[in-house]
């Protein structure tokens, strides 16, 4: 594990320069090899985790609220699945889903980003990245998963979500499953999807991609025959180069 002290001032202006219009070229051809950079930690790094479901979620829900409960009941159902679990790697919602997996005997990342206010990795991590760039950290939570599961949340946790569906819709990924958690408190946004299908702004057949439940345990059905059924993960498989630096890859749990 990392830690951010010392480095948070320098991580907060990464991201902010570099979407502000054209700079000196020598500063942009930097930035680039700084994104190189996190890229190639983060592979190395994250590369034996093993199959992973990644969860979405709210980061300002403490313990006392009602989906920080559920989302611990979710994480630990993953674990048991045999996923390794994976979120942004902060608090609230991902917090309670690291907890969940981690005091479940499963194993828990996190792609933690720098923020002024609100992240820093939870305490309930095996594994953690801390990421300055917010399409990178995207890229990763994508990158490793067979699935995912929206819990509620805000805006960050929309955009992960869209971001999930454009790439499954434009078949830049495979048709992974998405678990929309949380009947009540998405019932908006669902209407909205069904919304832009009835105007075929989307296809009709991209509604069959999101599976929305309130029930942990149609949640792991949905997983089981669309995730772990469906890609042959009891027979994924990672080994290590010892040439690499790379240490002995986690047991298989799927």
Avoid at 9 to 26: A, H, T, V
Wanted: with cysteine; glycine share 8%; proline share 4%.
């Amino acid at each position: 594990m990392e830690s951010t002290n010392g480095n948070l001032k320098n991580y907060l202006i990464e991201e902010s320069p570099f979407l502000q219009g054209p700079r000196n070229r020598l500063k942009e051809l930097w930035f680039t090899f700084k994104v190189q950079y996190y890229f190639i930690k983060a592979f190395r790094k994250l590369h034996f985790i093993g199959p992973c479901v990644t969860v979405f979620g709210s980061a300002r829900f403490d313990e006392n609220n009602f989906f920080y409960k559920k989302a611990e009941e979710v994480g630990a159902a993953l674990a048991k699945l045999g996923f390794t679990v994976m979120t942004g790697g902060g608090q609230g919602i991902m917090e309670a889903v690291n907890k969940g997996a981690y005091e479940a005997g499963g194993y828990s990342v996190g792609c933690n980003i720098v923020l002024p206010k609100e992240q820093k990795p939870n305490a309930y991590l095996h594994k953690w990245i801390n990421i300055p760039y917010f399409f990178v950290r995207k890229f990763l939570l994508m990158k490793y998963s067979f699935g995912f599961v929206v819990m509620p949340g805000g805006i960050g946790t929309l955009d992960e979500l869209f971001e999930a569906l454009t790439l499954i819709h434009t078949k830049m990924i495979k048709d992974f499953p998405i678990v929309i958690f949380g009947k009540e408190y998405h019932k908006e946004l669902y209407h909205h999807i069904k919304l832009m299908a009835k105007n075929e702004s989307i296809e009709k057949e991209d509604m069959k991609l999101l599976f929305m439940t309130d029930s942990v345990d149609e949640m792991i059905a949905h997983l089981k025959v669309h995730a772990v059924k469906k890609f042959g993960l009891k027979n994924k498989s990672y080994k290590s180069k010892w040439w690499f630096g790379e240490l002995k890859p986690p047991k298989k749990r799927v």
